[in-house]
Structures are given as C-alpha cells and as structure tokens.
C-alpha cells in the first residue's frame, strides 16, 4: 500500500519537553476536552437505548503528519464495564491515535495472537485477520465471535464501532492489540432499570482518564538526564529509552529524543515499556518501508504480511550515515517472539542522523543523533 496508515499500526517530530508534556496533559484534565464527544444517555431507537464508550486515550497532544496526535497512549476502554439491557446498542468510539480493535470471542475461546506465524509453520508473521478486519454482524448474543476490525485514521479506517446484544449475560472483550486493554458488557433482560445513566457513565470515564493522565505524569523518565557508561577504546556508550510505558499508558518517544555524542561513541536503545513493540531504523535519506504488506486472496480477506524489512535487524554495528540500519521490531509482551530488548550501534562518522520508529513515527516518535569530532 502506498498509504503506510493503510496498514496496522502495533500496536505508532519534535523533542517533547517534560514541562510540555506535564502542561498539555493537566490542560486536557481540566478542560474535559477528551470527553467532548460523548453524548449523554438518552438516545433511544425502537425502545432500546444506546449507549458510549471510549475506545483509548491520548495525551500530550502535537501536530503530526496525519493531524493532531498525543505524546502519550492510554491502552483503556472508558469505562472498562458498563450494564445494558437486551436490544441496546453500544457504540464504542475510539478517542487516541493508537489503533485498537474491539473484540469478542465465542464461549472457551482463547485470546489468540495479534501476529502469527503464517500456516503455523512459515517463517513469515502475518497480522491476526480476526484484527485486522470486522467479524460478525451487527448483533451479538454471545455464541459467535464479533469484532471491529482495526479502528484507526479514516478514512482507511472506521473510528467507530455498533453492536446490539440481544441475550443476558456478561461478556468479556479486549483489544486485539494490547493484552492489558479488556472490559466487560453486562446485559440485563429488556426493560429491567439501569444501574447508572450514560452522564454517570461518563463521569466516571472522566476519572479514570484523569488518573491516567496523572500516572503518565509521574512516570514521565528524566530526558535531561542521559545515562552514560565507559565504552571501549575511551569511549563512551549513551543509553536511550526505546518508549516508556506499563502496558496502560505509554510514551511514545525516544528519550532523550536528541542526543549529540562523540564520532566512536556508542548509543545503546533499550526498550521500556512492557508491552509497546518498537523499531530503531537509520533511512539515510532512504524511503520507509511500510510496516505490512497486503497480499490479496483468491478466497477470502487479504493477508497482511509483516514486512520482513521491518521485521528483521538490517545493518552492521557501526553506522556512517549510509544505507538502511534497523533494529528489527524489539517486541514487547504483545508478542511472544524471542529477540533481544534493545539495540546498539556505534557512530564513527561526524554528522546529524534522523531515526524514526516506523511503528509510531506518525505520533512523533523520532530522533535525532549529533555525532561530532572527538577532542584529540
């Protein structure tokens, strides 16, 4: 595809400074400008009521290449349980840049993988197509699995998602791309009193995304602060934070996002948040890959195809400002796949190097390296 958002997105230009991000984020509290689109209970279709529920969050909030996105990703469903009654309809709306899926499965089914390997044996990953595309029908009595697909950037993507229950009974659901990302959908018999209204509702959406808010504050890492460690030779290895986050909400950003060492230093990535994959890649003036590749079918949904370029560590050790360097997809939990958590690569050349995730390079998740001449 020649849209790189026309493909998933795993689970996403300017450094972002702590004072920035903290201001953004304590303004999005107050002005309640996260919630604005949540309509209030009331809505009503043949007798049956509709009810919202928001799909992740987002903070910290800039201009990027595909419009305004957050700094910070909340991996949440706003509210993670909410009561209904046979024949209503909940719209789940998603309010992040993060894609996410809304997904239910049929009784005993386990939560599959997001990426798995093609026919179970291939040493290609292919995106799961129980994410990837809707599943289902408009209706869901718990018996059959039913999903949204991947929600994301329209208009390649939907932003919303309907279903209508139409049995009692609790039902689990997730989001296929974030293992932590769950919620629950109790269903009353029709006409039985609700417990809360859809402005209860809300309200309490509104606390849990302040907290949110407020727990992406206080685990914001120190940028200023660059760790260092003597290398070889005299050297010195610089280590850099490949994302931050505790599977709930998540940094995404390089940090420190600008770092100026010396040519023969060595710059170690390592990843930190527990679950958010991430790549390190060098493009040298070079075009990116894109992250999937879409192979139709003669039967049945397209296939999407992990692209190996991105999958797969690309480079030597040492980089001099040419040809395509990359880290590889350093996984998270989200994947179970063997590979190494971080990614090193010396620098023996003067000059300014642009990197990028090409995961998340869309929210702003981009670096920059400054390499000049070491002092004789």
Request: glycine share 12%; aromatic share 10%.
């Amino acid at each position: 595809m020649s849209d790189k958002r026309c493909t998933f997105i795993m689970p996403c230009r300017r450094t972002v400074e702590i004072f920035t991000v903290a201001c953004m984020l304590m303004l999005t509290i107050f002005s309640g400008t996260t919630l604005a689109q949540v309509q209030n209970y009331g809505g009503v279709s043949n007798g049956s009521a509709v009810w919202t529920v928001l799909v992740g969050g987002e903070a910290g909030i800039s201009p990027q290449e595909y419009g305004p996105s957050g700094a910070w990703q909340f991996m949440r469903f706003y509210p993670e349980n909410i009561t209904v009654n046979v024949g209503d309809k909940i719209v789940w709306k998603l309010k992040g840049s993060e894609p996410h899926t809304v997904t239910f499965l049929a009784p005993g089914e386990m939560v599959p993988g997001t990426i798995i390997p093609e026919n179970n044996s291939s040493k290609r990953l292919i995106l799961n197509p129980l994410f990837a595309l809707p599943e289902g029908g408009p209706n869901y009595d718990g018996t059959a699995p039913a999903g949204s697909g991947q929600l994301d950037v329209e208009p390649n993507f939907p932003r919303e998602y309907n279903l209508t229950f139409t049995k009692a009974g609790t039902y689990e659901y997730f989001c296929g791309f974030h293992s932590k990302m769950k919620g629950n959908v109790t269903v009353q018999p029709a006409g039985t009193p609700y417990p809360k209204t859809q402005d209860q509702i809300d309200s309490e959406a509104a606390k849990q995304l302040s907290s949110d808010m407020e727990e992406a504050l206080n685990a914001v890492p120190n940028g200023e602060n660059v760790s260092m460690r003597p290398g070889p030779n005299g050297a010195t290895i610089h280590d850099i934070n490949l994302g931050y986050g505790n599977g709930i909400v998540s940094w995404m950003r390089f940090v420190p996002t600008n770092l100026t060492i010396y040519a023969g230093d060595t710059v170690e990535w390592t990843r930190n948040d527990v679950e958010m994959p991430h790549t390190v890649t060098f493009l040298s003036g070079g075009d990116e890959p894109d992250l999937f590749l879409m192979e139709p079918q003669q039967k049945g949904p397209p296939k999407f195809v992990l692209n190996p370029i991105v999958q797969a560590h690309a480079g030597g050790k040492v980089y001099s400002g040419k040809g395509y360097f990359n880290s590889g997809v350093v996984w998270g939990e989200m994947v179970p796949l063997p590979g190494p958590s971080s990614y090193a690569l010396t620098f023996d050349t003067p000059g300014i190097y642009d990197y990028l995730c090409v995961l998340h390079d869309y929210m702003g998740m981009k670096g920059q390296i400054k390499v000049i001449p070491k002092n004789k």
